[in-house]
């Protein structure tokens, strides 16, 4: 389960407020408080916006001091406010070196997993960091369909199921849909040293002019150009201990129960491979 939650009370209730305008940090605490209860299984989903992005490590910090074991950090990208692309890349590169440093194996962060993955030969997880999209269509009411939830617009409709299976509209208009993510690569993208990681990222946020370039650029770019390049070094250690492994045991990737090889000293099925 995901919990909406963008750190300490003085940060997450500067946005997160109900219709009366009351911060809501107390509340969502006590939402954490049941699930811990029941142990029910659950995420922190941080969305970074202008008010936290200054402050990583006190949000990151927070996080650890409530025993979050995951976390995922959303950028805010939409037409009324957008985080800063270059605060947002320091903040995730603040993240990872403090997690480098103390972390690993403890918590486990959603970008640095999607870094890692790429690292040891697996897909993304995050639809925003795979080469097509096209993944999750969207079924409305009436049998309109559509390629995603941020393309619910009559210019991205795909077809009605009344005139078409469903079948067919993944098979052809969805696949089309999905393929243009990658093909419609702005052309900074084509030789960059993080395409691997990071794929252009998503195409509705593709709203920065490219340079020389008819196709724009992903609003995100700086942070994410500056991120993986950031934790490059150490994906880069953690593929070479895979793929000496690999050679090692002739086997590929290491069993479940094997040493992680991030180094964690957990299990691989305990670590990355979840
Ligand atoms: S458009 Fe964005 S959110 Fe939708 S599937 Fe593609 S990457 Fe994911
Ligand atoms: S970091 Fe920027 S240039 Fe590189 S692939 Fe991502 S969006 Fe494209």
Redesign the pocket.
């Given at each position: 389960m995901g919990l909406s939650l963008d750190g300490p009370q003085r940060l997450h209730d500067q946005c997160r407020l109900t219709r009366l305008g009351q911060g809501t940090h107390s509340r969502v605490m006590q939402g954490l408080a049941l699930l811990k209860t029941y142990r029910i299984p659950h995420d922190i989903l941080c969305v970074v916006h202008h008010h936290n992005v200054d402050h990583p490590l006190e949000v990151y910090r927070f996080f650890k001091n409530i025993g979050a074991a995951y976390m995922g950090f959303l950028p805010v990208v939409n037409a009324s406010d957008k985080v800063d692309p270059e605060k947002f890349g320091a903040f995730l590169c603040a993240v990872f070196d403090e997690w480098k440093a103390h972390d690993i194996g403890r918590t486990r962060i959603q970008i640095i997993e999607e870094a890692l993955a790429t690292a040891t030969g697996r897909d993304h997880s995050l639809?925003?960091f795979r080469k097509e999209?096209g993944e999750?269509p969207v079924v409305e009411a009436n049998g309109d369909v559509y390629p995603?939830d941020?393309?619910v617009r009559p210019a991205f409709k795909l077809g009605n199921l009344s005139a078409l299976s469903l079948e067919t509209l993944i098979r052809d208009s969805l696949q089309r849909f999905g393929r243009q993510?990658h093909t419609g690569l702005p052309h900074p993208c084509k030789t960059c040293e993080a395409l691997a990681f990071c794929n252009g990222g998503?195409?509705?946020d593709r709203l920065r002019p490219g340079p020389g370039s008819e196709r724009t650029l992903n609003h995100l770019c700086p942070a994410y150009k500056k991120f993986f390049t950031h934790c490059l070094p150490f994906a880069e250690q953690v593929q070479s201990l895979w793929q000496g492994r690999s050679k090692d045991q002739k086997t590929s990737p290491p069993g479940r129960n094997a040493p992680c090889p991030c180094g964690s000293g957990k299990k691989f099925k305990h670590c990355c491979l979840k």
């Open positions: 639809c925003v999209c999750i995603c941020h393309f993510k998503c195409p509705k």
